[in-house]
């Protein structure tokens, strides 16, 4: 099955994007809000961002790092979920490149999920031991054989699904016991 995003260019989106009056910010439900922030995020996979000149450095990179206040050199996984959500107006949230606030805010907020209720426009994530980890939308979900099965869009990643990648990209994943989710909706 291909997967494609929609164009923020699509006209049933128009009236989610439009501006309320000049200078405005932008007005949308919550839903919509964040079917705009994933379709962003989308689109920069779709562009093929990866990082330039080094490690966690690049034009696009620095700007979802500086999104969260952080220079070049971050881990930018989570700057690239708050870049995404910011640049589709949406404002909950942490303003953290580190995903463990992201779940720390999601537990405090009563927005962490079950695997069994992720949808489309849900983040996932894990976070190791350490303190590090891993974070990124939900773009579709499957079942095949019983296993449940998500389709992500997500920022310093690579093909093997590493935490440390170069990449925006788009991939399936299934889900182990570390992972946890994130549901933004009304949040």
């Known amino acids: 099955m291909a997967f494609r995003f929609v164009s923020l260019d699509n006209p049933l989106l ?3 994007l439009a501006p309320v009056h000049a200078g405005a910010l932008l007005f949308m439900t919550d839903k ?3 079917e705009a922030a994933l379709l962003t995020a989308g689109k920069e996979a779709q562009l093929k961002v990866t990082e330039e000149g080094g490690n966690n450095k690049g034009k696009r990179v620095e700007t979802y790092l500086k999104s969260v ?11 690239f979920v708050h870049w995404s959500l910011r640049t589709a107006g949406y404002t909950a ?11 720390d805010w999601a537990k405090k907020n009563n927005r962490l999920i079950a695997l069994q209720g992720v949808k489309r426009g849900d983040l996932f994530g894990w976070t190791n031991n350490d303190g590090t980890g ?24 690579n093909k093997e699904g590493s935490r440390e990648g170069d990449s925006v990209l788009s991939k399936w994943r299934i889900p182990t016991k570390k992972y946890w989710f994130i549901n ?4």
């Open 14 to 16: 128009q009236p989610a």
């Open 32 to 34: 919509k809000t964040i």
């Open 69 to 79: 206040g952080l220079g070049p050199g971050y881990p930018w996984c989570a700057a």
């Open 93 to 103: 949230g942490p303003t953290s490149g580190a995903t463990v606030v992201w779940r």
């Open 134 to 157: 891993h974070i990124g939308w939900i773009a579709e979900t499957r079942k095949i054989l019983g296993v449940t099965q998500i389709r992500t869009v997500e920022g310093n990643t």
């Open 184 to 187: 933004l909706v009304n949040a």
